[in-house]
């Protein structure tokens, strides 16, 4: 199985500061065969269910605000928000969908200092 | 707009069988372009991936549940379903159905969930 690790656990911003996510998967989720990265990224806000933003590692769902982006290739992946806002208070996970079974990183927990 | 909406008991005893509903509005299971899945979450912790199924019938299991899990598809009720059998209470978890995007061709793929449905809390417990 590929293993997502996420880091840190948990960070807390003040509003308007930028937060990084990172994701590292034990192996890479990178095909040259179509020069993807099979890496996608969800926010999971307090007693509701994930929401996709981000997949091929930096592909914007419809819907979601610029202010979140991916990056990364092969196995280090980030998510970034680059103004934190109160709405962005959550736990955010990314999942490989490269090989089965597919894998979610432990999350990362983002809070308002 | 595409929903999904589970359904089933809140709570079951150790060792029983789990069984989950599924239900879709705003398209249909049997749409060729679309698999769906059913994904859970222990309290407080992270998401696993449980298994897929496109409407033919074709299934993918995590193998770590594979022996005790079926997932099966009726079209005609525009549904699919989850059972889990001798469950513990590692079972306990929320449960989520959603839509399972794949690609086609020559680079097949399972890919990201979504939409997902709200979820539904079950409890293992004697």
């Known amino acids: 199985d590929i293993v997502m690790t996420q880091s840190p656990d948990s960070l807390a911003l003040s509003l308007g500061e930028r937060a990084t996510i990172n994701c590292k998967s034990s192996q890479s989720v990178f095909y040259s065969s179509n020069n993807k990265n099979y890496l996608s990224w969800y926010q999971q806000k307090p007693g509701q269910p994930p929401r996709l933003l981000i997949y091929?590692?930096?592909t914007r769902e419809s819907g979601v605000p610029d202010r979140f982006s991916g990056s990364g290739s092969g196995t280090d992946f980030t998510l970034t928000i680059s103004s934190l806002q109160a709405e962005d208070v959550a736990v955010y996970y990314c999942?490989?969908?490269?090989?089965?079974?597919?894998?979610f990183g432990g999350g990362t927990k983002v809070e308002i200092k | 707009q595409l929903q999904l909406q589970e359904s089933g008991p809140g709570l079951i005893k150790p060792s029983e069988t789990l069984s989950l509903t599924c239900t879709v509005s705003g398209d249909f299971i049997s749409n060729p372009d679309v698999y769906w899945a059913w994904l859970r979450q222990p309290p407080g912790q992270g998401l696993e991936w449980i298994g897929t199924?496109?409407?033919?019938?074709?299934?993918f299991y995590n193998p770590s549940l594979k022996s005790r899990v079926t997932i099966s598809a009726d079209t005609s009720k525009n549904h699919f379903s989850l059972t889990l059998s001798a469950v513990t209470a590692a079972d306990t978890s929320i449960y989520y159905c959603a839509r399972h995007h794949m690609g086609g061709g020559t680079s097949w793929y399972l890919g990201w969930f979504d939409p997902w449905g709200q979820g539904i809390r079950v409890t293992v417990s004697s």
């Open positions: 199924i496109y409407f033919r019938g074709n299934t």
């Open positions: 999942q490989q969908y490269s090989t089965t079974p597919l894998t």
């Open positions: 091929w590692a930096s």
